[in-house]
């Protein structure tokens, strides 16, 4: 299964609600996470199982979808969220999107 | 507490083998699959293979031929074994966790570099 991210790239203001896009090419069966990765740190995990919240992780991310398209939104963008966000299938193998890249307006 | 850690040399020589140590701790492997993810600098994530809890493995089709993962079980330990490297290979090397939640730890990476 191949994912799409988009876009590629976002430029957002802090406060901004934010909306990432992962699209599959084949259905994903809600097997779909989303990671946060900052430069030069592992990337760490949000979302899982598509709208699963990870322990720890502040409820202004959420995720949803379904099938073969899946997104994650940010309800209010703080400055600490200015990251690369990767989507990952585990329904068919194991795939990464290619990722978007969150920077500040 | 939960902890991985990846070893290995931080330079290899084109065609030569790879060979990385993913080290845990607060878990069990005989209970937890390990999977390895690289990253190339400045590029996306890539999924390469796993070790599953009771010893299988599977592996990412673009690397089978050159990709090997085993562990130790005593020692916490799962290793990675790739052959025949290219520049293309240098990339920072993951090692995570995975039971019920995909991937929800991960080690700090350890970067390679092949080159000549």
């Known amino acids: 299964i191949q994912l799409t991210q988009s876009p590629s790239l976002l430029s957002a203001s802090v406060g901004d609600r934010v909306t990432l896009s992962c699209k599959g090419s084949q259905n994903i069966n809600n097997y779909l996470a989303w990671y946060q990765q900052k430069l030069g740190e592992a990337p760490k995990l949000l979302i899982y199982?598509?709208?699963s919240l990870q322990t720890g992780i502040p409820s202004r991310f959420s995720g949803s979808g379904s099938g073969t398209d899946y997104t994650l939104t940010i309800s209010s963008l703080h400055s600490e969220d200015l990251a690369t966000y990767y989507c990952y299938q585990y329904n068919n193998g194991w795939t990464f999107g290619g990722g978007t890249k969150l920077e500040l307006k | 507490q939960v902890q991985l850690k990846e070893s290995g040399p931080g330079l290899v020589q084109p065609s030569q083998t790879l060979s990385l140590t993913c080290t845990v701790s607060g878990f069990s492997l005989t209970s937890y699959h390990v999977h390895w993810v690289r990253q190339p600098p400045g590029k996306g994530l890539e999924w390469m293979g796993v070790?599953?809890?009771?010893?299988?493995?599977s592996y990412n089709s673009a690397l089978k031929s050159r990709l090997s993962i085993s562990r130790d079980t005593s020692k916490s330990q799962v290793f990675l074994k790739m052959s025949s490297l290219q520049t293309e290979d240098t990339a920072t090397y993951y090692c995570?966790?995975?039971?019920?939640?995909?991937?929800?730890?991960w080690g700090q990476g350890v970067m390679v570099t092949v080159s000549s």
């Open positions: 995570a966790r995975v039971l019920r939640v995909p991937l929800d730890y």
């Open positions: 199982k598509t709208n």
């Open positions: 070790m599953w809890s009771d010893g299988d493995t």
